[in-house]
Every structure is written in structure tokens, then in C-alpha cells.
């Protein structure tokens, strides 16, 4: 079983910066794909981006590449999204989502087994 606690969400102002970090419990970290995801109200769960165990293959949604970056420190059980140039229509609850496999990640959210409970994003204009 693995638990994933998301954080660092918040209201920014359009053009700025956020970082959420997910804490992951469990002592095989390292042998799962993470990914982040986020939906908008009214809207489907959608993909934004994901990384390999090793942080070595990373893949971005084409609305968020170019501003925002997947990374993981598996020291620290902890995957991290930092998001630069936030827009209005970024606002979401995100979730941090874990795959336990060693195959290439996906965009697939059926994937995913394991998933945090969320942390809100707001970008005003």
C-alpha cells in the first residue's frame, strides 16, 4: 500500500509560481511511475504530467509544457510539480497519482493505482 499526501497549492496571481510536492509512504518509492493530474470543476480528470522511477523519462500535457516541470527525489519519497506562468485556466484540484511499475509512464489515468487526496490551485486574473 502506498499513501500520497499532496501540498503547496494555493491562490496566485496570474504569471506566477507554485510548487506541490507529494510525500509518498512505503519503502518502494523508487520502483513506481508518479504522475500529476487535475481537474477543474464541471470538467474530467485530466493528465498533466508524469515521470519514470528513475527521473529519467518525463512526459507533459501540451498545455502545460514549456511552464511546468516533473521531478522526483526518491531519497525523500517525494514527487514535486513545480509550475511557473500559471494561467486562469490552470486552476484545478491537483492529485499526485503512483503506478507501481517500471514500464515506460503513462498518460493513462487507469494506470494509476494509488492516488493522493488533492490540493487546490487557483490562478486569478
Known amino acids: 500500500q502506498v499513501q500520497l499526501v499532496e501540498s503547496g497549492g494555493g491562490l496566485v496571481q496570474a504569471g506566477g509560481s507554485l510548487r506541490l510536492p507529494c510525500v509518498a509512504s512505503?519503502?518502494?518509492?523508487?520502483?513506481?511511475?508518479m504522475g500529476w493530474f487535475r481537474q477543474a470543476p464541471g470538467k474530467e480528470r485530466e493528465f498533466v504530467a508524469t515521470?519514470?522511477?528513475?527521473?529519467?523519462?518525463?512526459y507533459y500535457a501540451d498545455s502545460v509544457k514549456g511552464r511546468f516541470t516533473i521531478s522526483r527525489d526518491n531519497a525523500k519519497n517525494t514527487v514535486y510539480l513545480q509550475m511557473n506562468s500559471l494561467k486562469p485556466e490552470d486552476t484545478a484540484v491537483y492529485y499526485c497519482?503512483?503506478?507501481?511499475?517500471?514500464?515506460?509512464?503513462?498518460?493513462?489515468?487507469?494506470?494509476?493505482?494509488?492516488w493522493g487526496h488533492g490540493t487546490q490551485v487557483t490562478v486569478s486574473s
Open positions: 515521470i519514470d522511477w528513475s527521473g529519467g523519462t518525463t
Open positions: 497519482a503512483a503506478e507501481s511499475s517500471r514500464r515506460p509512464p503513462s498518460s493513462d489515468s487507469v494506470r494509476y493505482t494509488y
Open positions: 512505503g519503502r518502494t518509492f523508487s520502483s513506481y511511475a
